[in-house]
C-alpha cells in the first residue's frame, strides 16, 4: 500500500512538469511577439503574467495534493 501511494504523490508531483513547460513556451512566445511589435508589449506582458500565474497555480495544487497524499493516506 506504500508504494502505491507514493507513485500517486509522484503522478500529483507531476503537475510542475506540465506548468514549467507551459510557462517555457508562453514567455518564449510573449518574447517573439514582443518583438514583432513593440507597441503592444504592455498588453502581451498583463497576459503573460496572467498565464504564468494560472499554470502556475495548477502546479502549487498538484504540489498540495502530493502532500495530502502522503499525510493522509500513508
Do not use: H, W
Request: net charge neutral.
Amino acid at each position: 500500500m506504500g508504494a502505491l501511494i507514493a507513485v500517486g504523490a509522484g503522478i500529483a508531483a507531476l503537475t510542475g512538469l506540465g506548468a514549467g513547460i507551459g510557462i517555457g513556451i508562453a514567455t518564449s512566445k510573449a518574447a517573439e511577439a514582443i518583438a514583432r511589435q513593440p507597441e503592444a508589449k504592455g498588453d502581451i506582458n498583463k497576459t503573460l503574467l496572467l498565464g504564468c500565474a494560472l499554470a502556475e497555480a495548477t502546479a502549487i495544487y498538484g504540489f498540495v495534493i502530493a502532500i495530502m497524499i502522503i499525510l493522509f493516506l500513508g
